[in-house]
Antibody, heavy 118, light 107 residues
Framework: EVQLVESGGGLIQPGGSLRLSCAAS????????VSWVRQAPGKGLEWVSV???????YYADSVKGRFTVSRDNSKNTLYLQMNNLGVEDTAVFYC????????????WGQGTLVTVSS | DIQMTQSPSSLSASVGDRVTVTCRAS??????LAWYQQKPGTVPKLLIY???ILQSGVPSRFSGSGSGTDFTLTISSLQPEDVATYYC?????????FGQGTKVEIK
């Protein structure tokens, strides 16, 4: 069964750092595109970042320079390192998978909540 | 960056009605567009990709059309279980921006 499980969320003070994990099963993260998408409380979906099979990474302007996506193929896990967090980063963070960019994100994790507050 | 604008922001329709949601890109994106459904308290679900290709397992009352800058999601006969917020997403190039969402309710 294809599955994604996020972890690493929690309460963090403004200016702090946090690393989210997205553990994959049923497919290989190294041969798919896996995105991070976030949703602030009561708001819409916001695309954050993606890493595809070639290893290229892309980011939304709102997180560029602060967030870094990476993967560990041996653990079949994706990571999102988030630095210099602000209150505007408070959201549920989802990871989502598509086989190729054309096919849309057909598998989503359950999400992990990041709360940035003093 | 290309902006994605959905309309309307919300709508209310009766069971059995034909419902149309529009998504407009600020620049052409060919057919690199997906539609997602998010029911309250759940994760998003892929409905359509490639602007018009129905994801496996999605009811045939959902359909998508368009290319370039203008796209539509149509529900041919609205059902109570279709109450949700619908999002378009473009992915011709990064950033893979979402529209702001359209909330669909039953009248």
């Amino acid at each position: 069964e294809v599955q994604l499980v996020e972890s690493g969320g929690g309460l963090i003070q403004p200016g702090g750092s946090l690393r989210l994990s997205c553990a994959a099963s049923g497919f290989s993260v190294s041969s798919n595109c896996v995105s991070w998408v976030r949703q602030a409380p009561g708001k819409g979906l916001e695309w954050v970042s993606v890493i595809c099979s070639g290893g290229s990474t892309y980011y939304a302007d709102s997180v560029k320079g602060r967030f870094t996506v990476s993967r560990d193929n041996s653990k079949n896990t994706l990571y999102l390192q988030m630095n210099n967090l602000g209150v505007e980063d408070t959201a549920v963070f989802y990871c989502a998978r598509r086989v190729l960019p054309y096919y849309g994100d057909s598998t989503w994790g359950q999400g992990t909540l990041v709360t940035v507050s003093s | 960056d290309i902006q994605m604008t959905q309309s309307p922001s919300s709508l209310s329709a009766s069971v059995g009605d034909r419902v149309t949601v529009t998504c407009r890109a600020s620049q052409g994106i060919s057919n690199s567009l997906a539609w997602y459904q998010q029911k309250p308290g759940t994760v998003p679900k892929l409905l359509i990709y490639g602007a018009s290709i129905l994801q496996s397992g999605v009811p045939s009352r959902f359909s998508g059309s368009g290319s370039g800058t203008d796209f539509t999601l149509t529900i041919s006969s609205l059902q109570p279980e279709d109450v949700a917020t619908y999002y378009c997403q473009k992915y011709n190039s990064a950033p893979w921006t979402f529209g702001q969402g359209t909330k669909v309710e039953i009248k």
